[in-house]
């Protein structure tokens, strides 16, 4: 059953097009990636989706409502992560958790937040003087206080330290796995192969495909390189093998260059004329690659 569904979505600030015919659905239960480079509308979307933003054209069903006529309704079941500077520096742990719980009416107990979020002994913690990882967790615990169908994250690890992505990422699981519908604005690649079911890449105000990660990458035909070295046996020809565009070599170092499963076809070829190579390395294609593809730019550019 789809939560969300946006259809030809259109925003302009002025003369600034900023959406210019967004269209996606959320399945319930799946973490679903909004992917872009900055500015490209994906906080203006969500926004939308939320009730916060008036879209100028296009329409949304909100778990089955329209954000705009019925906003209160679609707030009372959704959760949003705040960002950093929306909570006073001098507010304690369990009072942004309890004057959170307030707006809702149906929240959780929000002691058990504070247990499932690590932050029980932080209970009468000013908000200031708690790390980056734990800022983190909290908002994350507020985003869910609530008792939302849907959870918004934008954002979720900026700042952190790997061991704490992690940790973050291992929770944002469980969250999946409690029946939340997760919407994770990120451009952060590696954050995003790692958690969400299905991705929206958004380009300039369009979405330019959604897949699951690995479908992003797999529907790519970007060249990619297999490395080895020759161990023991003369070399064959490789040239001819399907897929195969290049091959390079250096002393005993072969750089062999091509498309779509190339490599598989090299690695028969190397064991049927009894050829040892060792360092083998193939390069894996990522949704980096998968960006340039899809938009003909690289991932930090905006232009
Ligand atoms: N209230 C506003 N008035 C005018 N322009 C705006 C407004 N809000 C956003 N914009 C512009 O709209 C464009 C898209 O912004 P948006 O925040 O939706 O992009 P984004 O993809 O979420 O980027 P980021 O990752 O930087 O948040 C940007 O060029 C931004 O400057």
């Known amino acids: ?13 002025a003369d600034l097009t900023v959406l210019d015919g967004v269209s996606f659905s959320v ?19 969500v926004e939308c989706v939320e009730g916060l ?28 992560q705040l960002q950093h500077t929306q909570l ?7 009072e942004a958790l309890d004057l959170y719980a307030s707006f809702y009416a149906k929240p959780r ?22 790390s980056g990882g734990q800022k983190q967790r909290l908002f994350i615990a507020l985003a869910l206080v609530g008792n939302p169908r ?18 973050t990422w291992e929770l944002i699981k469980q969250v999946r796995a409690s029946g939340v519908t997760v919407v994770l604005v990120s451009h952060f690649m590696d954050e ?39 161990m023991a046996g003369d070399m064959v020809e490789l040239g001819g093998l399907p897929g195969v565009t290049g091959v390079t070599r250096t002393g005993n170092r072969v750089v062999v260059t091509g498309r779509g499963d190339f ?24 949704l980096d690659d998968a960006f340039v593809a899809l938009t003909g730019r690289s991932f930090g550019s905006t232009h």
Not at 1 to 13: F, P, S
Not at 216 to 228: C, N, P, T, W
Request: net charge negative.
């Open 1 to 13: 059953m789809a939560v969300i569904e946006v259809t030809d979505l259109r925003k302009r600030y």
């Open 27 to 45: 399945e319930e239960g799946e973490i679903f990636g909004i992917l872009g480079p900055n500015g490209t509308g994906k906080t203006t979307t």
């Open 53 to 80: 933003r008036r879209p100028d054209g296009g329409s949304i069903k909100m778990l089955g409502l329209d954000p705009v006529k019925d906003g209160r309704k679609v707030r009372e079941q959704i959760g949003v």
């Open 88 to 94: 006073p520096e001098n507010i304690k742990v369990w």
């Open 109 to 130: 107990d929000w002691r058990e937040l504070l247990e499932e979020w690590g932050l029980a002994d932080k209970r009468n913690a000013r908000f200031g003087k708690l």
């Open 150 to 167: 849907v959870a918004f994250l934008d954002e979720l690890t900026t700042g952190l330290d790997p061991q704490a992505r992690r940790t």
């Open 192 to 230: 995003v192969e790692e958690l969400c079911d299905r991705v929206a890449v958004f380009d300039r105000g369009t979405v330019v495909a959604i897949d699951t990660p690995a479908g992003l990458v797999d529907g790519i035909d970007a060249e990619h390189q297999m490395r080895f070295t020759l």
């Open 263 to 286: 490599a598989t076809a090299v690695t028969a070829e190397l064991a049927r004329h009894h050829i040892l190579v060792g360092d083998l390395r193939i390069d894996k294609r990522t």
